[in-house]
């Protein structure tokens, strides 16, 4: 378990580095320190919509959306960062959590969150 808090340390670190409110919760082998450089996915290009769906109080669907600039964690972290803000600006979202990114058919990857 130690090695999991050094993880979580380290991304903690970086977090606080880029400036970011989101926290990174994709993790790769137990104990393994994430590198911002590695690729997300086997593809050669690097620009990817990122899009997040959340509800108001009213339980109004919204959607909003990014590019990222890199196939790197980096670049999706930033990606998720910016959707992040959108919404919390938009409908006050609280999910900083970034859980994953789930392919949609149109080849774009929607944001999995938690709180």
Known sequence: ?????????????????????TRWSIFGEEGEIIDLNWRMFDEERDM??????????????????SFTATNTVEGFWRAAESVFQQAKRSVGDWHV?????????????RLVTGS
């Open 48 to 65: 990817y919509r990122v899009t997040y769906r959340t509800l108001d109080d009213n339980l109004q669907e919204y959607e909003f959306s």
């Open 1 to 21: 378990m130690d090695k999991m808090y050094k993880v979580i340390e380290d991304l903690d670190n970086k977090r606080d580095e880029l400036g970011f409110e």
């Open 97 to 109: 959590f970034v859980e994953g990114f789930n392919r949609v058919e149109d080849g774009s990857f």
